[in-house]
């Protein structure tokens, strides 16, 4: 690997990283005036429409092949209706800043079906970069215990999202893809989206839509837009181009990066812990990427100190 496609990567996950963490403050802000089933829908399916749209304007072929239909059909079911079920009801019901850690746990559940379904090697270096990560995690989560169980049913609903997400991932990489990342993740979008439309006209509030100020309707866009179209195509493009353990480990950045979010934004505690966190999380990500070489490192020491 190049030092550029190296550059690119790393350039790729921090950006990832960034925007999706974003993202959870800005939820918890859309969610306190925009009813759960009618965010998600109107999020959901503006991210769908809006990458089909991208990927017409570059050219892109947006119809599906047959050969994709059925896998497709699969991300859909997994990521575009359960993640975003689970997720947009449990973030209502647990702080922004845990749930993100909560939703994290994805990469724990992915490595175990790579082994077991993409026979994927758990390698001494993704083992320690998976405890060092989840090590990360957990500081976020021990301060945060009382109040979890105090909201367990949302710290449950993102746990199952993380795994429905865990499983759209495994579908991704194991399927072989004629449509491009943007062309998937919008149709993945649309498949999920009517479900959740549905459902918000049954038994959701649309009305609460009328209800947004400023703050909410800025809030609403930017989890209609960056995350759902850029961050996801961008997600799907690593996975399809890394080992599906390593692409899932670079989303290990995103909860200490949202728990310092939703503290700069809604007020949430931070400190020591969370630090550490970010620490252990980033150490984690070094220690997994591709081309990180101890060998390397100390073949860059000089051999004597001057005396």
Known sequence: ????????????????????????????????????????????????????????LFGQGISVPKRDMRPLLLVGITQGILWNAFSGFGISLVEA???????????V????????????????????????GMGGLALLLVPALEALNAAAFGALLMVCGAVSWAVSTIIVKGARWDISPLVLA???????????????????APSTLLAMDGRTAAAVTFSAVVPMIFCQAIFFAIVRRLPVTLASMSTLLVPPLGVFFSAM??????GLAEALSLVLVVGALVFVMPGFSWRAIRRRQPASRPG
């Open 109 to 132: 559940w992915v490595t175990l079906l790579a082994a077991i379904f993409l026979h994927e090697p758990l390698t001494g270096r993704r083992l320690i970069g998976l405890l060092l």
């Open 265 to 270: 934004i809604l007020g949430e505690q931070v």
């Open 186 to 204: 919008g149709w993945q979008f649309i498949i999920g989206g009517v479900p959740l439309t549905l459902a918000a006209f049954t038994i959701g």
């Open 1 to 56: 690997m190049s030092a550029l496609e190296r550059a690119a990567q790393v350039g790729a996950v921090a950006g990832l990283a960034i925007f999706w963490a974003l993202n959870w403050p800005m939820m918890k802000l859309g969610l306190e005036v925009v009813e759960p089933w009618t965010f998600r829908a109107l999020v959901v399916m503006v991210g769908g429409i809006g990458c089909l749209g991208l990927a017409y």
């Open 97 to 107: 800043g845990r749930a993100a850690v909560l939703a994290f746990t994805m990469p």
